[in-house]
């Protein structure tokens, strides 16, 4: 082969390579833009629920039934702890009953270093219980279960009525020291689940 | 030479190292009867320190639960359909599927023998077994399943001649009655009877006794007998079976004029008591706590009846029955309509030195179909478990005159900590009476941290006698039948918690 020629067949090597390299540029997809772009955006705290177990009285009144219900998911145990309430306050789902004295609100809720937590309610508690050693200790253990249930954080709740230590709710069971959760008065094998 | 001396060393350290510890357990003098609807068993136990134990594994045989031994831990663990039993050995206490149980006294080990309270057997194995456990310790009885063992009592109204008897069977159960020369045999249709005897000689009667069937009674006469006259007759749920029996002779009877031939009419429980031996005085003082009052009203019912005036109405029905019955000193924290506070009422119990506080409730709930009488006793958190465990180590303060005395301190809230095991039998005694007279709950007996009961220094439950809001039952509570009913259903086991108290407190 002759000096021109090599020259020749150099020039068509270098522009087939560029060429192959241009097409490579085209068709084939950057390798290191993809994290950025697929990264999902966080959905929108209003629409982030966990699933709590509420309790609520048998249809007959003499036991606490666990029901499964979506409560807005909150960031810290404290805010956690005052959705779970919201919602254990609000009415019972069919077929079961609201232990907690109607027009019961959360007056306040927070959580000491040594796993106790503090549930402040308005004196409708008390002023509008209906009575009773049975039903008294319902509406304690409702709220009682459903802060320990939920919250692990959380070994034991004492129980304010307008921001202070009472005796009783009712008259017969003692709410004056912090009360772990209660699974006696659990009617059993009836963790039924509702929105 | 040597050699010699090595094993005889040996041998000496295996016996002392080897032999299990000198057992102190000594069998009972009566073994329990296990009653089923199997039929009936004995089931041994020993006592030790005074304390009735059985071994677990005679509990395992009987029960058909697996025992698994944690040797790590000290303890063991009983599993019955996934429910399981944790224990550790020298505590008083059991977690019974993740509940704490209170047990009269340490779980222990003899040898290779696990040996624990015959309460473990309501208390620790009762909650997850399939059947009712029932231990009823008086009669040596340990019931299973749903049984019919009634209780039977007798007395001699009348020594006579003619002797006047009756045998009461309660509840009210048919019984059908043999009359032979020299005996009479009433067999009770019943799985097996809870005798309240024996009746000594008295009169014509040898004696009265369980036949040698569980579920009969023979009154056993003596040579001077005639033929004795019966007669049944229901009431108050109860069954009475009036005895008369006659001189064998046709003379007439001459009566012993010292004797009076009708006897005052004591309540039926009393008579159980024998004759001629006069009880050591455990029950001194009562106190009865009419719950609410004042401005407290309680559960007030859709008619009108405040809970606050039937606690004090049957309060007062009760405290007449006990001062007239048993001549006991009867303490109401309450005599009339006014607010006393929780702290008041313990107090007034408390430093009136009672030896039993009832507390009288009556009950409300969401559902108007709740119904029943329910009887709690308090629960103690493990505060109050620690104040119960540190009551034994009394602490000892130097006299005067020289020495030391030894002195309880238990802080008041905490006063009902060392009386829980026999607020337990108090409530199960309470519970057995009421179910005779009046409808009771679905779950009679409970426990709860209840706020009078916690600070009482004394055996203590709190009744509650019935739903006020069930229509049914607030129509019938207003009623005497119902008032009388109950306050006789606390009448009666008062007299029996007080042969416990009598038999617990003996030397």
Known sequence: MSGRAKIYLLAIVVAAAGVTWALMRIFLPKPSAAPAATVTAPAPTETAHITATLYYGSSDGRALVPVRRDVPAATSVVDQGRQILGVQFQDAPQPYVQVIPKGTKLRAFYVTERGEAFVDLSGDVVSAHPGGSLTELLTIYAIVNAVTTNLPAVQRVQLLVEGKEVDTIAGHVDVRRPLEGDATLVREGRAGGTK | ?507
Not at chain 2, 101 to 123: C, D, M
Not at chain 2, 136 to 143: D, K, M, V, Y
Not at chain 2, 206 to 212: A, W
Not at chain 2, 276 to 290: F, M, N, S
Request: glycine share 8%; aromatic share 4%.
């Open chain 2, 1 to 507: 030479m040597m050699a010699r001396k090595r094993g005889a060393f040996v041998a000496l350290l295996c016996l002392v190292l080897g032999a299990p510890p000198q057992a102190q357990d000594t069998p009972a003098p009566t073994p329990l009867t296990l009653v089923s609807k199997d039929g009936r068993r004995t089931v041994p136990t020993v006592t030790s320190n005074g304390r009735e134990l059985i071994a677990l594994d005679d509990i395992a045989s009987l029960f058909q639960v697996t025992v698994r031994e944690d040797s790590l831990a000290g303890g063991f663990t009983i599993t019955y359909r996934g429910k399981t039993i944790i224990a550790s050995a020298d505590q008083p206490m059991a977690s019974v599927d993740g509940r704490i149980v209170t047990l009269p006294s340490p779980i222990t080990r003899s040898g290779r023998r696990w040996l624990v309270p015959v309460e473990f057997l309501p208390r620790a194995l009762g909650p997850i077994y399939d059947q009712r456990i029932d231990l009823r310790r008086a009669a040596r009885l340990l019931l299973v399943g749903d049984m019919r063992v009634p209780r039977v009592s007798a007395r001699v109204d009348a020594p006579g001649p003619p002797t006047r008897a009756a045998v009461v069977i309660s509840p009210a159960t048919p019984v059908a009655i043999v009359t032979e020369p020299t005996r009479l045999v009433l067999r009770v249709e019943a799985d097996a009877i809870e005798p309240i005897f024996p009746v000594s000689a008295t009169g014509l009667i040898d004696s009265v006794r369980v036949g040698d069937q569980p579920n009969v009674v023979v009154v056993a006469l003596n040579r001077q007998a005639g033929t004795a006259r019966t007669a049944i007759a229901t009431a108050d749920n109860a069954t009475r079976v009036a005895i008369e029996i006659p001189m064998a002779e046709a003379r007439p009877a001459v009566p012993d004029s010292r004797i009076p031939t009708t006897g005052p009419p004591l309540p039926t429980t009393e008579s159980s008591r024998l004759p001629g031996i006069e009880p050591r005085q455990a029950l001194q003082t009562l106190a009865i706590d009419p719950g609410h009052g004042g401005d407290e009203i309680g559960v007030r019912a859709a008619g009108g009846l405040e809970e606050k005036q039937l606690t004090l109405d049957i309060a007062r029905r009760l405290r007449g029955l006990v001062e007239r019955g048993l001549g006991v000193r009867v303490i109401l924290t309450r005599d009339d309509d006014r607010m006393v506070g929780i702290d008041e009422r313990a107090a007034a119990a408390n430093n009136g030195k009672a030896d039993l506080l009832l507390s009288l409730h009556a009950n409300g709930a969401l559902s108007g179909s709740s119904s029943g009488a329910e009887v709690f006793y308090d629960r103690l958190d493990r505060e109050g478990e620690a104040v119960r465990a540190a009551a034994a180590a009394a602490v000892a303060l130097p006299v005067i005159a020289g020495g030391t005395r030894n002195i309880d301190i238990v802080p008041w809230e905490m006063a009902q900590a060392r009386h829980v095991e026999a607020s337990a039998m108090l409530a199960s005694v309470v519970e057995q009476e009421l179910r005779q007279r009046v409808p009771m709950g679905q779950r009679p007996i409970q426990q709860g941290p209840m706020r009078l009961l916690s600070a009482a220094n004394m055996p203590a439950v709190l009744v509650e006698m019935a739903y006020l809001t069930n229509g049914a039952q607030e129509k019938a509570a207003g009623g005497d039948q119902f008032k009388n009913a109950v306050a006789q259903a606390l009448y009666s086991a008062i007299v029996r918690f007080r042969g416990y108290l009598e038999e617990t407190s003996a030397p």
